[in-house]
């Protein structure tokens, strides 16, 4: 059975391991270079960049360390029309475990905690092609602004804001 | 023309609120803007504010026909790669029509990306509409990549009635 809780200093170790086998399932896990030094600093903290809810797996009557086989980190940002917003950066659930509504219990425990602190709506990113998330979303009523409102993610990278940063020649 | 780019003060709030509609009229969305100025205010300017804001200013004799001289602004707030840590995410990029083509937008964004790279920041994300080909010009000109056509990235939300319906199944307390 699981159970979840807020994440605590000593859980980095699974916080790092987890954020790794999200990105392998994104195909893109050569791309993390955050520590557990990093993440140890970035939330926990004086002022955490982050906030962290994790899943825990126990055997029923085991006597084993329950074993951390899920995450969701989010964070507040701000939309200039409605205010405060729960941003959703990271969710996962390790594969054995899925299926058995956990992803679903996280889910539903974030928009409890976006209403309670005060958001009017919680947002993410999700890749196209990611058919089974996009479905599991859309089923619970998130709504595609890409597709229907037309908004396309931007970025620039770490060349290009220090470019932008350097005093103008003009 | 001469202009200024400073961080906004609690008392830009009211102008800053005029532009944010402005925006939101040119991106043909006004019926989406709920916020007061009231809120701003208290959003951008606590103890541990949920945005910051830079703001254009120009001089008396160049104010606008209706007499502004707050003339454009850009607000932002901090993300959190797990890839890559810190990341700034611009959110609202604005200057009103009458002062555009002057370096105005190009001068916040720069120091947007200053304010980023103070603080380490890999990253300055945005998004743009579709639609809006002069600003996916000007962003694609300066360096940015469109991470929805190279990568599919597409931006969802939880709200209203789906948000409740969510929250109302969380288990209690």
New interface residues.
């Given amino acids: 059975m699981f159970k979840?809780r807020k994440a605590e200093p000593r859980d980095v170790p699974d916080i790092l391991r987890l954020?790794k086998e999200?990105?392998k399932y994104e195909e893109?896990e050569d791309?993390?270079?955050?520590t557990e030094k990093?993440l140890l600093e970035?939330g926990f903290g004086e002022?955490p960049?982050?906030q962290c809810i994790l899943a825990e797996w126990q055997e029923e009557q085991s006597n084993e360390e329950p074993k951390v086989i899920g995450f969701a980190?989010y964070?507040?940002?701000?939309?200039?029309?409605?205010?405060?917003l729960l941003?959703l950066?990271?969710f996962f659930v390790v594969e054995e475990f899925r299926g058995k509504g956990i992803g679903s219990?996280i889910?539903?425990?974030l928009?409890?905690l976006?209403?309670k602190t005060r958001c009017?709506?919680?947002?993410?990113?999700?890749?196209?092609?990611n058919r089974s998330s996009?479905e599991f979303?859309k089923r619970?009523?998130?709504?595609?602004?890409?597709?229907e409102?037309?908004?396309?993610?931007?970025?620039?990278?770490?060349?290009?804001?220090?470019?932008?940063?350097a005093p103008?020649e003009? | 023309m001469d202009f200024k780019i400073r961080a906004a003060k609690q008392e830009d709030c009211k102008e800053i609120s005029r532009m944010i509609i402005e925006l939101a009229v040119f991106e043909k969305m006004q019926d989406q803007v709920k916020i007061s100025t009231q809120e701003l205010e208290r959003d951008g300017f606590c103890s541990n504010p949920l945005f910051e804001c830079q703001v254009a200013e120009v001089s008396e004799e160049q104010k606008s026909s209706q007499g502004y001289t707050v003339v454009g602004y850009v607000l932002y707030y901090y993300t959190y790669s797990t890839w890559m840590g810190l990341t700034v995410f611009m959110e609202d990029l604005y200057v009103m029509p009458e002062y555009r083509g002057k370096g105005i937008g190009k001068g916040l964004m720069s120091k947007v990306a200053q304010v980023g790279k103070e603080k380490q920041c890999t990253r300055l994300q945005l998004a743009v509409l579709d639609w809006n080909t002069r600003s996916l010009d000007f962003y694609i000109m300066k360096g940015a990549r469109d991470m929805t056509a190279s990568e599919g990235w597409h931006a969802l939300r939880f709200d209203g009635e789906a948000l409740d319906k969510l929250a109302a199944e969380a288990p209690k307390d």
Wanted: no cysteine; proline share 1%; net charge negative.
């Fill in positions: 979840l954020i999200l990105a893109m791309r993390v270079m955050l990093d970035d002022h960049f982050y980190m964070y507040f940002t701000y939309d200039p029309w409605t205010g405060k941003y950066e990271d219990e889910l539903k425990l928009s409890h976006a209403m009017g709506s919680m947002h993410f990113i999700v890749a196209e092609d996009i979303y619970r009523g998130a709504e595609d602004l890409s597709k409102e037309g908004w396309r993610l931007f970025r620039f990278d770490k060349d290009s804001i220090l470019k932008m940063a103008a003009e």
